[in-house]
């Protein structure tokens, strides 16, 4: 910086040239009276003297010249509103035409003046223009600014009267005119007005962009995040914490990976547009035990069907069938649940079988013949093995006691033939 002080223009982005140029001190006439009221005299204001602001941001009154020209005086010398010389008659500038946008403007000047934002970096800012971009479509995906769009729509917004007013006209074909310039590099400086002026195309709100300025560090807002995970109970709650960021590695794109304590995983291209984003996932990295403690109860209901235990969970078919298959080969509680469920099937259907091929026999001889069946469904099936059983039968024989020799000769008999036939 050079030691006059000259520097600081560049620093503060009016060495391209001054804007709306002032050379003489402004007033508000709504302030001037309220001073003169409580405080006896009126002062100067910073904010009326700022370049570009035509408005009081506190009375929305057009600002006034005050007739003595700073210039004739000494640069040191201390300026004092001279009552006599103060018209304080309300005026109206451009017909009143621009009066919003001029207000907008002089309150967001206003803003910049009263807050310090000294924590926010020049490429802070830059950051928060392109994901502001991108949230209006007017950048792509990889952050790429759509610069002939943003033209004509910034220019619809200030009409080019009111551009042209505020000496911030944009010339398209110009690859260096200030949108651009604001828009594309941090080392160049443009004028703070056209910074408003940018930040209130996109915003309407300059606080509400300042507060922004530090979500827009991440491509996917401030966490924590929620966790998409359909089986935990705090599925869609704010509570993972834990996220990576890298760039894709076709379009170089961010991708978000984040990761919740119940051992879900997923992924998602970014930047997010708006909040519905934050419930989208491109991809699961991982289930974690949650969710598969989840799937394993339901298989293990044994009445759900894929598609249902698919959308219960969050997964496809596939992925469900994927894991059923891998329970299967990795877990022995999982495997000995569906072989007893395979074997129950199965020792029914034997007994059944021979109840019908073999009406007559009684429950003793089935038990007999086929042992371990009985056993088994004795001991898992014990209600169903009741109801199906024969009623038990008083014994055949005259001494009360059933001639097993005789009973089993019998039927090895009628086995044979049946088996024969
Ligand atoms: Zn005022
Ligand atoms: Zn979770």
Redesign the pocket.
Same mark, same amino acid.
């Given at each position: 910086m050079s030691s006059d002080g000259r520097g600081i223009y560049t620093k503060i982005g009016i060495v391209a040239g001054s804007i709306c140029k002032k050379d003489c001190i402004f007033f508000c006439p709504a302030c001037v009276r309220k001073e003169m009221e409580s405080l006896g005299e009126a002062y100067v204001h910073r904010e009326h003297q700022l370049q570009g602001i035509f408005m009081c941001p506190h009375h929305g009154k057009f600002l006034k010249e005050y007739h003595a020209n700073k210039w004739e005086k000494s640069r040191v010398e201390y300026i004092r509103l001279d009552g006599s010389l103060l018209d304080l008659s309300d005026i109206l500038l451009y017909q009143g035409k621009h009066t919003d946008k001029l207000l907008e403007i002089a309150k967001a000047a206003y803003y910049l003046l009263s807050h310090s934002l000294g924590i926010i970096s020049k490429s802070d800012v830059l950051l928060r223009y392109k994901n502001l971009l991108y949230k209006n479509d007017l950048a792509t995906d990889k952050l790429r600014i759509k610069q002939d769009e943003l033209h004509d729509r910034v220019v619809g917004y200030y009409g080019t009267e009111l551009l042209s007013i505020l000496e911030s006209s944009i010339d398209k074909n110009n690859e260096y005119n200030w949108l651009r310039a604001a828009t594309r590099n941090v080392a160049r400086t443009v004028h703070p007005l056209r910074h408003i002026l940018l930040i209130l195309f996109l915003t309407g709100d300059i606080s509400e962009f300042f507060q922004g300025v530090h979500e827009s560090h991440s491509p996917f807002g401030k966490g924590p995040w929620p @966790?998409l995970?359909k089986a935990?109970d705090?599925f869609k709650q704010d +509570? +993972?914490t834990d996220l990576a960021i890298t760039a894709d590695f076709k379009t170089r794109a961010p991708v978000g990976t984040f990761e @919740?304590? @119940?051992g879900?995983i997923y992924s998602r291209k970014g930047p997010d547009k708006d909040r519905k984003d934050l419930y989208r996932k491109g991809r699961v990295k991982a289930f974690?035990f949650?969710w598969e403690n989840k799937l394993k109860t339901l298989l293990s209901q044994q009445c759900h069907s894929y598609r249902k235990m698919a959308q219960q969970l969050g997964a496809d078919i596939k992925t469900i069938q994927k894991f059923e298959k891998l329970f299967a080969e990795s877990s022995p509680v999982v495997e000995k649940q569906k072989s007893n469920i395979n074997l129950k099937a199965e020792y029914r259907e034997k007994l059944l079988l021979i109840m019908k091929e073999y009406p007559e026999l009684s429950r003793t001889s089935i038990r007999s013949r086929c042992q371990k069946e009985y056993t088994y469904l004795h001991r898992h099936d014990r209600k169903w093995l009741f109801e199906e059983l024969p009623k038990k039968k008083q014994s055949k024989g005259s001494n009360g006691y059933i001639d097993w020799d005789e009973r089993d000769h019998e039927i090895l008999m009628q086995l044979q033939k049946a088996h024969i036939d």
């Open positions: @966790c995970n935990a705090h +509570v +993972v @919740c304590q @119940c879900y974690g949650v």
